[in-house]
């Protein structure tokens, strides 16, 4: 029984999948949405408070974890289910796409790459092998092949090393992961050069990853092309793995990658515009600090069944921004999440065909 | 029904009281902690929080929200229960202590204070009547009257202006207060002279409030001065009429306060605490950064039934405050909240004898 991984695709709808993730910390309905837990809590929450909104994977940073506190203290504490105590799924980012937003505090080589720990300055080393024993001793359900990450703009050289690099990698990661408990996603490089994708999602498929991640977007590029390019990228992915688009959560853009068949995401953003005042409705973004707020008796959104809605009015949302109260953030984090959930299985009613 | 107000004393031992207050928003067992709502938030804590910790009242500040949103504001939206989302009872403090601590920035005449705005600037008034009034819009159940509170040391010509203006101020609070679903409280000036707080009590007690605090103490004196004080001002005080230390709130001093006779305490020193990574135990205090916590599975305390002891590790709660996250902050105020109501129960169980 702990060792049951699957993905099932139960329906279509076009290039749309609806989807059952199953991993041995319960099961996923996708098209999920994975809200970000960057050092090991979404920042706010609690897990009673994601499981309220609907959440059943949250994404976790092996990275920032290998920084602090050490992969090795969360092994030692009993993994990170445990330690943050959420009992259900988790996948964890190997951290490729960090290290690469360090430069140029850092130095790539073919073995790996040496960095400062932006924590404490200290010199540090990740490659496959470790970035593989690090996401282990995590012990979260999905972990990540260690990936080489390209800017925007960047060189078809830079991109065509991305590619070579990121499949040696992948194939130093598949060798080095010997864990039962957990399955690995290859990431696809190749820039917004559709031959070097093409390279990289078929050498990828050809090692047989559990699942394929679309890396090398959400960069700079504009969104015009990260549709494009992710569209691209998951046509060229088994129609029976899991697909996982990085860095995707606005509403908007979760419309068109699910239409482009992505079966997860991840994003920072619907909590971090939650924490400064930002709600998401059905009528688009609320500004909660705004003057219109200051008497308004409605929820952030009428109808709308969180916690948030169900006992706070905007007015009082708008004055504990206004005074600097942390409440405030913790209060739109959940209604953004809840909000977020809702639109997503949404669209996935719409793919089964239920009437939503 | 929703009129209904009363205070029973149930049972003594020594100067110690068991008692019941009972507002329109339900009964508060006595002695009772009062976490602070400075701004209308016990600091990044839901109504849902309080309630899991015991918490049946807590302290709002009338000058803040006089301040921002405006108690005009709250009026129209419904007042601070609905506005708070707390169904249970609330206190408001006038503004009295808060002016005082605002100095140079105002002045004091006969009539009331002129102060500057410490959130815009502007230039603004208060005076017995405006401070009712405020406590009116706002709509607590216990409000106060608008006093005149000195600092430590103070000389005796100037804790005796204090007395004689609170005198008269509590006059006109009682006069200007016509609210039938609030009741009012005197405060008890005097500082450190014992014949003025003899003077003080005297006449506020000619008055006849529905209740008394002990004001112009913890404002600079050490303890063993707040104690004997406050012990002293609860000697001059009516039997059947609740009792408020103002500013208390640390478990050593509450001992020495319930000791005195006092019914009620507010301080925010234990959510302040929490937030600032230090939890209450019963051995005492506990720094949760500290690195002997870095791989401790246990909780902040062992046997502790709040949902932080329940949940997480003092490794994980002592990672979060490291790595600047403000669930660490939240977590431990839940915990210290729960840890001090469940100590201010214990100390109710003995004086009813009850088995704890």
New interface residues.
């Given amino acids: 029984m702990p060792h049951v991984f699957s993905f099932e695709v139960d329906a279509c709808r076009g290039r749309s999948r609806a989807g059952v993730l199953t991993t041995p910390h319960g099961a996923v309905k996708t098209p999920a949405f994975m809200p970000v837990a960057t050092?090991?809590?979404v920042?706010?929450?609690?897990?009673?408070d994601l499981e309220d909104t609907g959440t059943s994977i949250v994404a976790a940073n092996a990275f920032?974890l290998y920084l602090?506190?050490g992969t090795d203290?969360v092994a030692?504490?009993?993994g990170l289910h445990q330690?943050?105590?959420w009992p259900r799924s988790i996948l964890t980012d190997s951290g490729g796409f960090q290290i690469h937003s360090l430069a140029p505090l850092r130095e790539v080589d073919d073995d790996g790459v040496t960095f400062r720990s932006p924590v404490d300055g200290r010199t540090l080393r990740l490659t496959p092998e470790l970035a593989t024993r690090a996401q282990e001793d995590l012990g979260a359900d999905l972990i990540m092949a260690f990936d080489y990450c390209t800017s925007y703009p960047t060189s078809r050289e830079e991109a065509e090393k991305a590619v070579a690099l990121t499949t040696a990698w992948a194939a130093r990661c598949r060798a080095a992961h010997t864990s039962k408990t957990q399955r690995l996603l290859g990431i696809v490089q190749g820039a917004v050069f559709k031959d070097l994708r093409e390279r990289s999602a078929a050498e990828l498929v050809g090692m047989d990853f559990f699942g394929y991640a679309v890396g090398g977007l959400s960069v700079g590029e504009d969104t015009e092309q990260t549709a494009e390019y992710a569209a691209f990228t998951t046509s060229l992915l088994p129609q029976n793995k899991i697909r996982y688009l990085m860095g995707i959560g606005r509403p908007e853009d979760i419309a068109w990658a699910v239409a482009a068949g992505v079966d997860l995401f991840d994003c920072v953003v619907p909590t971090r515009e939650g924490r400064h005042g930002t709600a998401l409705t059905g009528q688009g973004r609320l500004n909660v600090r705004l003057s219109p707020q200051?008497?308004d008796?409605r929820p952030l959104e009428e109808g709308c069944g969180c916690?948030t809605c169900r006992?706070?009015?905007r007015?009082?949302l708008?004055?504990?921004f206004?005074?600097g109260?942390?409440?405030a953030g913790?209060?739109v984090s959940v209604h953004n999440l809840h909000y977020l959930q809702k639109f997503v299985a949404g669209l996935r009613a719409k793919i089964v065909g239920e009437n939503n």
């Fill in positions: 050092q090991g809590a920042k706010l929450l609690t897990p009673d920032h602090r506190p203290v030692r504490v009993g330690f943050m105590s200051t008497s008796e916690y006992r706070f009015s007015a009082y708008r004055h504990l206004l005074a109260e942390h409440l913790r209060l």
